[in-house]
């Protein structure tokens, strides 16, 4: 029976754990839930796995939640997301080009200069080239480093904010909830 488990590896043994300290907390939940419907105290040992599962949520929460940013951050650096926009604005050229279009003819402060002549031409030809110099821009692989960096400087922001605060707060144990009714546990007051 030990042969198994002594030929898994670190990581098979660390899910293994995890795996069995999940099920045994649904479980713990489970039975929890059934006996207090049945107006039960629910047993020692129940409460105390809760209260352990609790605890290790509040153990490993962080570290998953930095090592998840940590692989979004490295499939993020692969990306070409500028390029993915060009090639969206060229397959809607002619849409985005009737959309500016509409646009500024709505616009209220361009109503005394629509009645000039060649003011639909003047239009077309503004919005076909801006859009030919977003596109191009776009295209760029400056551009598509600019947004690589905007993207890891914000994830790195975020995980330094995870650790920062998981730093200050350390895990947190179970808090034994007190009413704001209860009084101070010197005698003075009505205690739970």
């Known amino acids: 029976m030990i042969d198994w488990l002594s030929s898994l590896s670190v990581t098979q043994f660390v899910l293994l754990v995890i795996g069995v300290l999940f099920v045994l907390s649904i479980l713990s939940a489970l039975l929890t839930w059934v006996l207090v419907r049945?107006?039960?105290?629910?047993?020692?040992?129940?409460?105390?796995?809760?209260?352990?599962t609790l605890?290790?949520?509040d153990l490993i929460k962080r570290p998953i939640t930095v090592a998840v940013l940590d692989e979004v951050n490295e499939v993020l650096r692969t990306g070409h997301y500028t390029k993915n926009i060009s090639s969206a604005l060229q397959e809607n050229h002619d849409a985005l080009l009737a959309l500016v279009a509409e646009k500024v003819r709505e616009d209220p402060s361009t109503r005394?200069?629509?009645?000039?002549?060649?003011?639909?031409?003047?239009?077309s030809?503004?919005?076909?080239?801006?859009?030919?110099?977003v596109v191009e821009m776009l295209g760029?692989?400056?551009m598509?480093?600019?947004v690589s960096d905007l993207i890891r400087h914000n994830l790195d922001q975020i995980k330094e904010a995870v650790r920062d605060r998981g730093?200050?707060?350390?895990?947190a144990a179970p808090a034994?909830?007190?009413?704001?009714m209860v009084g101070p546990r010197n005698g003075s007051g009505p205690t739970r």
Request: charge should be positive; proline fraction near 9%.
């Open 176 to 180: 034994k909830e007190r009413s704001p």
């Open 38 to 52: 049945r107006g039960l105290r629910t047993p020692y040992a129940v409460r105390r796995m809760n209260r352990l």
């Open 144 to 146: 598509d480093a600019l």
């Open 125 to 133: 030809q503004v919005s076909e080239t801006t859009l030919r110099v």
């Open 112 to 123: 005394v200069v629509s009645h000039l002549p060649g003011y639909d031409l003047i239009v």
């Open 167 to 171: 730093d200050s707060q350390g895990p």
């Open 55 to 57: 605890w290790f949520v």
């Open 140 to 142: 760029d692989p400056r």
